[in-house]
């Protein structure tokens, strides 16, 4: 029983972290001025939800009646930062990269974190292939704000 609410909250930790990146990643398409960094970023935004609504899911069948909803408040602060960012430098597409890839980086860590837990097998696959996403668009996003630092 011990062991799985340490699983339910890993799970809900998990769909915490989703939640802060679909909405950073949503007003970060706002901020952008070009068009296929929107589209990047509203990819990933819907693609968090995606993984989000599967973790509740799965939080679900473990018996949890209530999985997380919300983001972190300490992602409401980081997404904060973004708009003032984006504002002071009037969108400017690089400094918003930055922002997302220290959005990013936030992610892949509390995944790693979570794939060192004692998470059941069915779970670890879900999660371990959620963590290959999240890492391939952390190195995306990276790779992209140093391709615009050399500009």
């Known amino acids: 029983m011990a062991q799985q609410k340490e699983i339910i909250s890993t799970i809900n930790s998990l769909i915490e972290t989703l939640k802060d990146g679909q909405e950073g990643f949503k007003q970060a398409a706002d901020g952008v001025e070009d068009p296929n960094l929107k589209s990047l970023f509203r990819e990933y935004s819907q693609q968090r939800s ?32 973004i708009n003032i960012k984006s ?32 998470l059941t097998s069915p779970l ?19 790779s992209l704000r140093d391709t615009a630092k050399k500009s």
Not at 54 to 77: F, I
Not at 91 to 109: K, P, Y
Not at 112 to 118: G, I, L, S
Not at 124 to 142: A, L, T
Request: aromatic share 4%; glycine share 6%.
């Open 50 to 81: 995606r993984f989000a609504a599967e973790l509740q899911s799965q939080a679900r069948s473990l018996g949890e009646t209530e999985p997380e909803k919300s983001s972190s408040a300490a992602g409401a602060m980081h997404r904060a930062w």
């Open 87 to 118: 504002a002071v430098t009037s969108g400017d597409d690089r400094a918003i990269l930055n922002e997302c890839e220290r959005g990013e980086d936030s992610a892949v860590e509390e995944f790693r974190k979570a794939m060192e837990d004692n």
């Open 124 to 142: 670890r696959e879900i999660v371990s292939r959620q963590y290959d996403e999240v890492k391939s668009g952390h190195d995306r996003i990276k």
